[in-house]
């Protein structure tokens, strides 16, 4: 079932999610929305907070291409991660972000290269996953949601401005 995304400024955005103590179908049945909510609004990844509920649950899905230009997210791609926590992190890369939660917003967001991820599988299992790609922006900006935090709080306070003055405009417009 494709839920509601929760769009910025809502206050929901700012809660710090709750650890999941229960793995159970009510889990699974919020990852597998979860999932199709993403593939529905284009995402790459997605906070549980952003369909407005505060457990510790996200979903990443990095595209594949597959020919000419044509992209693909196959569900078993999908990474779940519960109750995650960057164990280790290192260096510094900017890249490009956007969030489906402040559709239509893109800048360039300062994060650390290299990270090292504990989690929770679906089933309760405990992981641990590296990245220093593209992977590991996704993983610190959902992350991020968790903890009450939107990508935008990362800029300068002149961008900050900016962008805030422009949401507004927006917001009045639709």
């Avoid at 159970?24 to 990844?45: F, I, S, W």
């Avoid at 595209?63 to 791609?77: A, R, S, V």
């Avoid at 890249?95 to 599988?121: M, N, T, W």
Wanted: negative net charge; proline residues 3%; aromatic residues 6%.
């Amino acid at each position: 079932m494709v839920r509601e995304i929760v769009v910025y400024p809502d206050k929901r955005l700012k809660l710090i999610s709750k650890e999941v103590e229960v793995f159970n179908g009510a889990l699974h049945d919020l990852l597998d929305d979860m999932y199709e909510t993403m593939r529905a609004k284009n995402g790459v990844g997605l906070a549980a907070i952003q369909v407005g509920v505060d457990q510790r649950v996200l979903i990443i899905n990095v595209p594949l291409e597959i020919e000419d230009g044509e992209h693909d997210q196959p569900k078993e791609n999908t990474l779940e991660m519960i109750n995650p926590v960057i164990v280790e992190k290192d260096g510094t890369e900017k890249f490009q972000e956007g969030c489906l939660s402040i559709p239509g917003v893109y800048e360039d967001v300062e994060r650390a290269k290299h990270v090292k991820v504990e989690y929770f599988d679906r089933e309760g299992n405990k992981q641990a996953i590296e990245d220093d790609g593209f992977l590991a922006v996704a993983m610190q900006h959902e992350i991020d949601h968790l903890d009450g935090k939107v990508f935008i709080e990362k800029l300068s306070y002149i961008k900050r401005k900016k962008f805030e003055k422009e949401w507004k405009k927006r917001q009045k417009e639709s």
